[in-house]
């Protein structure tokens, strides 16, 4: 997996379980800030050393440019979207009985 792809997974993993960085929220300069606090601080956390090594490995002047590139965004988008619905499909259909 490309530092790219480990920044748009990490990113996903935070945008898509709290809800403070929904939206256009990020825009707010405290709410950056503290996004990348959690950001660096989950990044420390990574038990797969291959993953941990890549993002480690990630420029600041490619990261900036990855942030700037709308398309970044568009992709942490589709993995969160990607994500609910691999839930949705281990979720009871509505017409199954209960346990």
């Not at 993953?51 to 709308?70: A, K």
């Not at 992709?75 to 209960?98: C, N």
Request: negative net charge; hydrophobic residues 35%; proline residues 5%.
């Amino acid at each position: 997996m490309t530092p790219h792809d480990c920044m748009i997974n990490l990113m996903a993993d935070l945008i898509g379980l709290d809800d403070t960085y929904k939206g256009d929220r990020l825009n707010d300069p405290s709410v950056w800030d503290r996004f990348m606090d959690e950001l660096f601080k989950r990044m420390d956390t990574i038990e797969d050393e291959e993953i941990r090594e890549s993002l480690g490995s990630i420029d600041s002047e490619d990261f900036q440019c990855w942030i700037d590139d709308p398309g970044f965004w568009s992709a942490i988008e589709a993995e969160i979207a990607r994500r609910l619905e691999v839930v949705k499909t281990l979720l009871p259909s509505p017409h199954q009985g209960h346990c």
